[in-house]
């Protein structure tokens, strides 16, 4: 059964720091790997999603990476605002359009 | 404009009572799913749908129904709630192969008292 792993749990930063999110998957047998944003209550944005066969992924100051022989995957945020502050979550693909997601990493940016 | 549509977003009940929380999509995507999101849970697959008529569970498929007569439409029953079943629900859609990703609805936030 496929599992994931977000660390940290919580990172709290000031404005302007570059910072990167980690995930990390049990088994290598993915479809795809997607990156989203969820505000407190709200849904989930998908940011970045990349395909087994790509190694990363940008958007803006957004850049999410994967390796998929090693299971793992990061999400770098360059140049950090207050805007930014949400939760983030990694989701993996396997079969049948099923996606398992980690427990997401709570983001906040100070000004 | 692309998107996964759920109602109703808030919706208070009690033990027992049938309920019926609709999604709809408008990007003839095959495959839907139900997901309910609980704290220290993360976010856990109900029931997905690969096409019309072709259904199969996830990972916490007790006390749920679904069904898919149309393409578009994917309703999640809840045919006896209880309390437990109190979470935040979201529908999502994608294509095959998730070559696009997957599209979420805004949520619907039960309460079962």
């Known amino acids: 059964k496929q599992e994931v792993t977000q660390i940290p749990a919580a990172l709290s930063v000031p404005e302007g720091e570059n910072l990167v999110l980690n995930c990390s998957f049990t088994d290598s047998a993915i479809y795809n790997l997607q990156w989203f944003r969820q505000d407190p209550g709200k849904g989930l944005t998908s940011l970045l999603l990349i395909q087994s066969s790509q190694r990363e992924q940008t958007s803006g100051r957004l850049n999410a990476s994967l390796d998929k022989s090693s299971g793992r995957s990061t999400l770098y945020i360059a140049a950090s605002q207050p805007g930014d502050s949400a939760t983030y979550l990694c989701a993996v693909s396997g079969s049948g359009s099923r996606l398992t997601f980690g427990e997401g990493t709570q983001l906040t940016v100070n000004p | 404009e692309a998107q996964v549509t759920q109602n109703p977003r808030y919706l208070i009940t009690v033990t027992g009572k049938k309920l019926t929380v609709t999604c709809s999509q408008n990007m003839n995507h095959e495959y839907m799913s139900w997901y309910r999101q609980d704290p220290g849970l993360g976010l856990r697959q109900i029931y997905y749908?690969?096409?019309?008529?072709?259904?199969d569970k996830g990972d916490v498929p007790e006390g749920y129904k679904v069904s898919r007569k149309e393409k578009r439409n994917f309703p999640l029953i809840l045919e006896s709630p209880s309390p437990n079943q109190t979470s935040l629900y979201f529908c999502?859609?994608?294509?095959?192969?998730?070559?696009?990703?997957?599209?979420f609805g805004p949520g619907t936030r039960l309460l079962v008292l």
């Open positions: 999502a859609s994608s294509s095959p192969g998730l070559a696009g990703g997957e599209y």
């Open positions: 749908s690969m096409n019309v008529e072709v259904t």
